[in-house]
């Protein structure tokens, strides 16, 4: 897809516009975000990535836009994933409900430009060495396998534990133990301290790192435009806020998650490990995009109907041990 200078400025003014009316409509002032207008925000923002989609549909023709679909598609179901770990961030440092959004925004930028510089870095080397590809296909089919073990480990969630950025910022530099309103730094008694409202927003933010070295080679398995790929993560990262609030509650439920997300990247891992061998010259089939978004879109439903299926016979269980205990 050949994009101009104009077109990368014009579509990176038009995020930052999106993002800076979100921030003035309905996350200016701190409040606690309902179910309402969590849903509200979620099919705003899924709206406009299908008008998004459309529109390169309408520029660029049908492989484009079917690309961005199914990049879209994907980081948004592996973004599903980092809510697990938002939820163990936020009770760790015990954000109020009334300041999460506030954390959650401005988290969220934070993971988009590191994606960025990800994305750079991934398209720079697809561009110049093709056997990448066959790098990202196994890192992407060992996650899938470490994925299953992990969910049939069943294992309790662990504490958020800090990285490396975060225990040297907390050292170097004193921090006010409880929260100042959405203030990031304050003066007290002559001395300049940082809040932990900044704490937490660098810690959903540089998080979100360790999620992006599977998303981002995921996302170059559906396709190596960078363009494409940059514009599938943004619409799928910036309506991560709302989504938190609408199924906050119910990701517990969606207990064959992992089962689900590991398939989908094990099938992005083959495929480029076919385009890899492909690219060398060798005789192996590609497989197309077409297929990609319906196997993608396919996994995601049946995934969510079994989890759900699975949770509501887990709470009849319960429920009838209850009985029987009483």
């Known amino acids: 897809m050949d994009v101009s200078v104009t077109m990368w400025v014009t579509t990176i003014g038009v995020l930052i516009a999106l993002i800076v009316a979100d921030f003035f409509i309905g996350g200016r ?36 836009a079917g ?14 994933d980092n809510l697990f770990v938002f939820i163990l961030i936020m009770g760790k440092f015990a954000v109020p409900r009334i300041y999460q959004q506030r954390v959650l925004m401005f988290g969220v930028i934070i993971a988009l430009v590191l994606r960025a510089v990800f994305i750079a870095g991934g398209a720079a080397l ?14 992407l089919i060992w996650t899938a396998w ?26 170097r530099f004193p921090s006010t133990d409880d929260y100042r309103g959405t203030k990031l730094f304050v003066r007290e008694n002559g001395r300049r301290l940082i809040t932990p409202m900044l704490i937490v927003m660098l810690a959903i933010g540089t998080t979100d790192v360790l999620f992006a070295l599977d998303s981002i080679p995921a996302i170059f398995g559906l396709t190596q435009d960078p363009y494409v790929v940059f514009t599938a993560n943004a619409f799928a990262l910036m309506g991560l806020r709302q989504l938190y609030f609408l199924i906050g509650g119910l990701l517990k439920k969606l207990v064959h ?30 497989i197309g995009i077409p297929f990609s978004l319906g196997f993608i879109v396919v996994v995601l439903a049946v995934t969510t109907v079994t989890s759900l299926m699975a949770s509501k016979k887990a709470e009849q269980a319960e429920r009838e041990q209850e009985k029987l205990d009483a």
């Not at 690309?67 to 592996?78: D, R």
């Not at 989908?264 to 061998?277: E, N, P, S």
């Open 146 to 171: 470490k994925l299953i073990k992990e969910a049939r480990a069943d294992e309790e969630d662990e504490e958020f534990e800090e990285n490396r950025l975060l225990k040297s910022i907390t050292r």
């Open 29 to 64: 002032k701190p409040h606690e975000v309902s179910i309402k207008e969590a849903g509200i925000w979620t099919a705003v923002w899924v709206v406009l990535a299908l008008l998004f989609g459309g529109f390169l549909w309408w520029h660029s023709g049908a492989q484009p």
């Open 126 to 139: 697809v561009t110049q060495f093709s056997w990448v590809f066959f790098i990202f296909g196994a890192f």
């Open 257 to 286: 998650l992992s089962y689900g997300l590991s398939v989908i990247l094990g099938f992005i891992g083959v495929k480029l490990v076919l385009h890899a061998a492909h690219e060398a010259g060798a005789n192996v089939p590609e």
């Open 67 to 80: 690309e961005f679909f199914a990049g879209y598609i994907t980081e948004k179901s592996l973004s599903v």
